[in-house]
């Protein structure tokens, strides 16, 4: 399994985020993990709104893998799932705790803490994309960690975290099928 970690910053949102932010190569990257990923293992990630479209556009062009792609949502936002949602089977709808802060907690960590990974990839974000590489790191400490820097974000403060094993292609290869297909093909 594989997991990702991934988001668009709001443009309103901590300028840490907001202003390395590349909004075409989180774009490209999602989609090209989505590509290299679902066809030979489960991918799984959170239901993030600007995300889970993106997997699905890239489900259309890959036929006869959607059992691949694992979906995980709080029930919290349940009135604000992007409509695609509904197009995956392995969809797990966690329960809602009493505050968003505490629902996001409880769903990053069944999602990341149910599952056994080799690798979790991570492209743009803020907080929560930072959140889920801390819980990610405890959870599956032998895991390669993959931070697509150039998405910017905090993808990129989390590559900028990483002391060793840095791959710097991460920092400025925008053709990320092949970029991904080589950083996982010894997993």
Do not use: C
């Not at 668009?8 to 993990?33: C, E, F, H, M, W």
């Not at 556009?57 to 959607?66: A, E, K, M, V």
């Not at 409880?106 to 803490?113: D, F, N, S, T």
């Not at 993959?146 to 400025?172: C, M, P, W, Y």
Request: no cysteine; net charge positive.
């Amino acid at each position: 399994m594989v997991f990702l970690s991934a988001g668009v910053p709001d443009i309103l949102g901590d300028s840490k985020y907001v202003d390395t932010a590349n909004l075409a190569a989180i774009r490209d990257a999602v989609r090209a993990v989505a590509k290299v990923v679902i066809p030979s293992t489960q991918l799984v990630w959170g239901g993030h709104p600007a995300i889970t479209p993106l997997i699905n556009y890239s489900l259309l062009r890959i036929n006869g893998f959607r059992k691949n792609a694992i979906l995980y949502q709080s029930a919290y936002f349940n009135n604000q799932f992007p409509a695609e949602s509904n197009l995956f089977d392995n969809r797990k709808i966690i329960k809602s705790e009493k505050s968003r802060e505490a629902s996001l907690i409880a769903m990053r960590e069944k999602m990341i803490g149910e599952n056994s990974y080799k690798a979790g990839i991570f492209i743009g974000g803020m907080k929560g994309v930072e959140d889920e590489y801390r819980i990610f790191k405890k959870e599956h400490p032998a895991a390669l960690v993959i931070a697509i820097a150039s998405s910017g974000s905090a993808a990129k403060v989390i590559f900028e975290s990483i002391q060793s094993h840095r791959d710097f292609r991460l920092t400025n290869d925008y053709v990320y099928v092949p970029l991904i297909k080589s950083l996982l093909e010894n997993i």
